[in-house]
């Protein structure tokens, strides 16, 4: 009786379950890549109702973030401003423009600009500006130079990893709280050494347990 | 392994506790609860699923997953466009308010976020308050998000408008004349506003009535002062002065004072290291109510044999005239009791304090004043007041309402919210009554009134509209919209500024001109002060000096009181849900077991096991309860420790017009009440030999108790005040662990989280857990699935009995996630969703949870919970605006469990942040459940401060920790229970 299975089926199997696993393994190694927040979410740049520029607002007027920003310091969320505070100035300053129509349409009305959201969490995130902004962390450390953007994208991956690697080594990120919203500000020398003296006199400690964020 | 290792469990020593019948009699569908990790079925995924039903399901999962992930969501945010005072995106908003349940007001405080109120809290400032609610308060917000209220105008179920009902009223009130056919039936109310308002009416219209009307109501009490003084006065008890207390059929813990005051005070004087003389407390009840279980001892008695006790118990403090000889001579075990009672009442005088309950007729009442003003108590620990509505025999009032209807002397009925045709007594066929003449009902639902009424207007929920309420002393209260109305309704006030014809219609302005005619010159200032501190200053009423007339009393009492006749006989209740059908449709409520009984979406026939077992009953038996030619069916429930020929029945059930929740729930016991026997009376019953299945949740989660050697290591500990004092004399118990396999972690640094529960304290209440619910976004998962195990509240109320059944004790204990150093969930979850926090927190992180349920397996407290289904999924629009924005709303799949409201210390942490790095003060986080808390029996804090409150509490020589044996090192421990016995009756 011939042998059912041949000498070299052994060492066939053995090949087959190798490339099986070096396919699947490069497959998901390259769908890890892909779809890894840095590739899948940094760049978003959705198109906003009203084509507000932080470029000329922040960057070429020089408005400070928290002229519109108001809450970033008091609550967990930096709000999107009101319609009215935009039409404090536009009630004289480009009154007539038709790119401002639905920001004068939403003061007339009451209702409110639909603006799409950009830096997006996850629901069970529970992130504070409140605590990051008083402890001296820098809008630009999460949301890049918004004063260079036209339109604001993402520039951070904002994954769990990432706010990881900041709490567990925030040295680098910790200025004197009154400097946050100057974006373009460096300090001289290493911000590790300038932050490092920061967090010891302030007693920062970052946490890195689950409830920290997630409740 | 249980065969083999087979305890003779006789031969064990410690005290014996049960949590059941089943369980005194070790049968196996107890031993199931136990033993199992879910009990059977528990995990399976639906009623009829089958295999090929789940691999449906998952390859359309399957299918659709690949295509969620396809796009980004996107989000919109929607900035206000002009902004409000105050407001800060993210920050909640507190308001002070104030609520009233059958004419007793309690002020409190209202978190907002972003505009929708999400949960109550007591008002610090109210004296009625003292900063804790009840369950029902913590619950009336769901009511506000129900989709099942009433939503539009309607004339006879046709859409209609306020504006076609105002042109009506104009038509209608024109021809009204003195108003000789008008009728006006509320609720009782307590508001100046109104009280002057319906004055305005009786001027306009001098011949029309107003009827004031409550299925429970307190209209004895106030007759019985009637009796005793000669006029109708509130009594104010005093539990924090008093050091013996007798109640009479009183559940003034529970059921029948509706504010957390009387429990704050009582439980002030339990505990044995404040230094102050430990109260005692005597309880002589038909059913087994709280009280009851708090009760030092407690005599069964029925409740027309409370009458008795009370005429013999004057007699034996010889008060003058009580020698009457009216009423049944007690029994032999009675005797012992009251001569007991009284010995010890009389050696405290002026400190001692006898009440009684409102099902108690007037003459219990008067006795009660006489005793009291005998045992040196009145001006002592009673006082008296004006009553802060006007009193009125309310009964005879309906029976007056229901003649002129049947005779046609009513043109024009309003009725301003309740629900009569529900709950007005039996005598009467109401339903057809109201349909002789024009009914205009203002309803919060669509209710049995509201299919009743010609006119069908929707109600203003309490927390939509403006309104002013008395508290019981008489201090005023505020009470101001959190959200406006979300479907349109009025408030009775504003319906009665319509009949009295007044220009200004809208609450607001009602409110605030009648409050600034009292104010005169500083009216702004006040109205805000009032607005900010929830009470106004000095409207509380000055204590009346009485004399109680005995002669009257006792000639009142010599005509009244018959002897009791033998047999059997029903007693009325609210209920722990409904209370008394006004929160039939509100989920939280009937998901939080009922206290005693542990019963869930039902009412039952609460039967003693003797009188079960005379009558042939088992438990989920339906009976047919008959008196006087009316009746009413309810399944039977054998309660250990209720009195023998007696059954309990819980008003407000089977409602017939209610929303999608509570229509059908439990079976309407209303049939039966009469003038006549409103509270209680002769019954018969009979077996229908059909069965109804109630579900208790008393044997799910049930410890398992470790034995080592011949020794029970209990899971409640109590101990008499003697043992105490010796226990106390040693110090702390200090247990020494086996050796630790696990590395130690080092604990000594920053907050460590720890909580305190003093099980002499709490009383079992339920507003803990449904603070929890409404704080933690707990779902609802109906009977169904809380008869397969599957309820998810965070913290239970476990109630244990020890004892003989016909007679047991009864201790409760809050039992939620202990917070273990040596957790053993986290060691055994393959994915680290669940890690300990450097605070000590035994933390959750449910987008981590893959949902293998080992951490539930492995903990030895039961107080894991798991998401079988997606609680959520069909939840309507509306009422996710209850949702606590800081809480994740679980999916399926998922476990959850107490974390010691991490959001609120987050919330505390950043606050003590942004003011200047300060350290979190003691007492400044307070959980959930020890907010609501009446009784002050939780406390939690940071045990790494010797200062606070909780490490105080944890060097008591009676604190002690759960299952100790197992060396978990829980976070939350208990402080034992103090019974406080006389040597006399042990």
New interface residues.
Partial sequence: MSAFFSKQFDTKLRLAAAAVVVVLGTGGAIAAYLLHPRQ??TG?T?VQPVPYSHKLHAGNLGMDCLYCHT?V?????A??????ICMNCHVRVKEKSPKLQAVRD??A?????????VH?L???V?F?H??HV??GVSCVSCHGRVDQMTEVRQVQPLSMAWCLDCHRNPAPHVRPPELVTRLDWQPEGDPAVLGAKLIRE??IHP?D????C?? | MNELIQLNLSSLTGRKYWRSLNQLADTPEFRQWVEREFPEGASELLDSGSRRTLLKLMAAGFGLAGLTACRRPVEKILPLSKGVEGYVHGRPLHYATAVETCGVATGLIVECNDGRPTKVEGNPRHPFSLGATNAFQQAMILDLYDPDRARQVQKQGVKSSWAAFEAWWLEQSAKLGDGAGLRILSPRSTSPTLESLKAEIAKKYPQSAWIEYEPVNFDRVLEGARLAFGQPLQPHYRFDKADVILALDCDFLGLDTLSAQPVRQFASRRRPEDGQELNRLYAVESNFTITGAMADHRLRARASDVAAFALALARQLNVTGAELNVVNQPADRERKFLAAVAKDLLAHRGRSLVVAGPRQPAEVHALVALINQALGNAGQTVSYTRPPYQPSDSLAAVQKLAEDLAAGRVSTLFVLGGNPVFNLPANADWAALFRKTTVVALAADENETWKAATWQLPEAHPFESWGDVRALDGTASIRQPQIQPLFGGRSALEIAALIAGRAERRGHDLVRSFWASQWGAEAEAKWKKALYDGVIEGTAFPPVDVKADAPRVFAAVQVALKPAPAGVEAVFYPSWHTFDGRFANNAWLHETPDPMTKLVWDNAALLSPATAKRLGVKDGDVLEISSGGRTARCPALVLPGHADDSVSLQLGFGRAACGRVGRGVGHRVESLRAASNFWFGPAEIRKTGATCRLVTTQEHHTLIEPITGLKRHNIVEEFTLGEYRERAGHGKHESHPPTDLFPEFDYSKGYQWGMAIDLSACIGCNACMVACTAENNIPVVGKDQVARGREMHWIRLDRYFSGEEDDPQAVMQPMACVQCEKAPCESVCPVAATAHSPEGINEMAYNRCVGTRYCLNNCPYKVRRFNFLNWNKDIPEIRKMVFNPDVTVRMRGVMEKCNYCVQRIEEKRSQAKAEGRRPIRDGEILTACQQACPADAIVFGNINDPESRVSKLKRQARDYSVLEELNTKPRTSYLARVRNPNPELV
């Fill in positions: 899948l979410d978003y959705p809450t310091a008091q609550s967990n969320y709000a999107v401003p009101m319609t009215e939403s003061y009305t009451g209702k409110p600009i639909p603006w799409v959201k997006r996850p629901d069970y529970y504070n409140q605590a008083t402890a302030k007693g946490p347990n689950c409830s920290a997630h409740r």
